[in-house]
């Protein structure tokens, strides 16, 4: 607490000391002519007297100036500490007094502030923590800005998304977001009451496709600043040229076999053609009637799997006796083309699977082998047990594959040779077939190979045995 004011105490003091002094003089006034006479004894006795009520009426006087500037001052003073408190933002401080009074009403009045000040600050408190929780859960970016265009607020998203960090708070948006767009989609918002929509591309054109949108606020009356929300639209892009692609590659795919369809056959029909020739025309028909059929199956097989309406029944699965029926299933393609195929399996557990599609991933897989291998090659597939998984190998010491194309062969359509793999009745299917169905059943593949000797194919299935003891035994997979 605070000392005594030195004011009041001396103005009370100097009251005090001057209703003494009036007292003295109107007492001497008021004595007899001759009372206060030092050379008479009753003059001196009652000088004396006089002399000492002055000397204590003067301690009177001071000790009541301290009373008083206690009982008056005091409560003065600890309101004042209570308000200094309350400006400097004590806000769990409060007075309590019982008493009436002006200065009791006072003081209830300052109490009664305190609490609508706390009240009124825990509740900007609360709401600025929600709106903060709420800007850092946001999948958007927010940015913004005040009516001098200076930050205000950046979320975390934001900086984030576009690779901003430190203090941002004050500064212009094109000092912390390098990018042109951003700030003049931010100024044509500053002008206009309509929301400014704009696409920024960041980082080059495999980069991120940004899109914000801005607006002033408040709508109406003077402009406070403006607001801007981004979203990350890289995934929807990269969608929507993945099926752009698709849709380009499968008109060209259906395409390419209908025009020679088309063409034989209209030769057939407008001139006279030779019966072997016309037999020749039919069988190159056929040919391309089949590619055509083959293609639908794999397009409708992947796009099964792909929107998961391919039931996926997981069981335990010899993979070994698969891969016997697959291969005696290709015996008189293989044995067409003089290639030679192992199996080789050792005691191996079987694998948690679905039996159709591990057949499938087989079948495409030495299907391949076999279009990619020369005449009089070999093939082989290893099975064997892992600590989790039945490893499968298919491995051929064909054509081979160059190592840029490897990271690309499991995308729907990615050829190394178009026109070999078409030659060979490939749709450029047959490896995303694969690796969807294996991940349908939570296994994984690879790839190893390299140009002039061959490629190894591996695929890892779940072992039965090991989700039995995991008690993670799932009996359908969709
Ligand atoms: P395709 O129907 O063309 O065979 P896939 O999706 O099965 O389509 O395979 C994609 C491409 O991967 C093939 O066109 C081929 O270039 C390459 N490829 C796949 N398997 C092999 C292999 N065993 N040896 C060499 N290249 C292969």
Redesign the pocket.
Known sequence: MRGLPVRPQLWITAGLLAVVACALGTAAWWLPAGALRSDTPEGRLSLHAFEVAAVLGVALALLLSILLTRILVQPLNEIGDFASGLSAGDLDRRLRWRVGGPLGRIAADLDRMADELRRRIDEATAEKEQLQAVLGSMVEGVLVVNAAGRIVLANPRLREMLGVWGDVVGRAPLEVIRHAGVDDAMRAAASTSDVVAHEIQLGGGEGRSIRLHAVAFPQTGPRLGTVAVFHDMTDLRRLEAVRRDFVANVSHELKTPLTAIRGFAETLLSVDVPLDDARKYLGVILRHAERLGNLIDDLLDLSRIESRKLPIKLIEVDVGRVAAAVISGMELQLRAKTLSVKLVEGVTPAAWADRRAVDQILT?LLD??A???HAGGHIEVQIEPEAEHIRVEVR?D????PKE?LPR?FERF????KA??RD?G???????IVKHLVQSMGGEIYVE?AIGSG?S?VILLPRADRQTAAGERRTAFA
Request: aromatic residues 10%; hydrophobic residues 35%; without cysteine.
């Open positions: 495409n391949n082998a279009k990619y291998t051929d064909g054509i081979g594959i194309d062969i990615y050829r190394v040779e070999r793999s060979l490939g749709t450029g299917l047959g490896l995303a190979s490629s194919f």
